[in-house]
């Protein structure tokens, strides 16, 4: 029974915000990577790159199978992200970083999504700075 009101609310809540009425607004080169990071070390990334720039460079290194840099940039480009959403105050362009996280990894296999989550999840064990 939870099961089928769950996804009736889903269908309702979905038709509700296609008929909204709302518009997007994009600005010109949203979410451009200006300064395109390169698959390194992270302490070779440089103050006046933004999370877009650090994406590029991580989409590199999963380009190359280089995961552990990968997920050193993930982590880089997530906290650039979320300084970034407590600064500005629109509330409208916080998603960015959920649309730049979802472009970097929506093309990867499952078996990248793993060997990804598995270096992130190495960094976390072992509680060091990046």
């Not at 390194?40 to 290194?61: H, T, W, Y």
């Amino acid at each position: 029974m939870n099961k089928v009101l769950v996804i009736l609310l889903s269908i309702f809540i979905a038709s509700c915000a296609s008929n909204s009425g709302i518009t997007n607004y994009q600005s010109k080169d949203n979410l451009e990577a200006p300064k395109p990071a390169a698959c390194a070390s992270i302490d070779r990334l440089q103050s006046n790159q933004n999370p877009a720039d650090i994406f590029v460079g991580m989409k590199e290194c999963l380009n190359s199978e280089n995961y552990s840099a990968a997920a050193e940039m993930y982590y880089a480009a997530m906290s650039y992200g979320i300084y970034d959403t407590k600064r500005v105050s629109d509330k409208t362009s916080h998603q960015g970083l959920i649309v730049l996280r979802m472009n970097t990894l929506g093309g990867l296999s499952e078996q990248q999504i793993s060997l990804l989550q598995s270096e992130i999840n190495t960094i976390l064990e072992n509680n060091e700075p990046v």
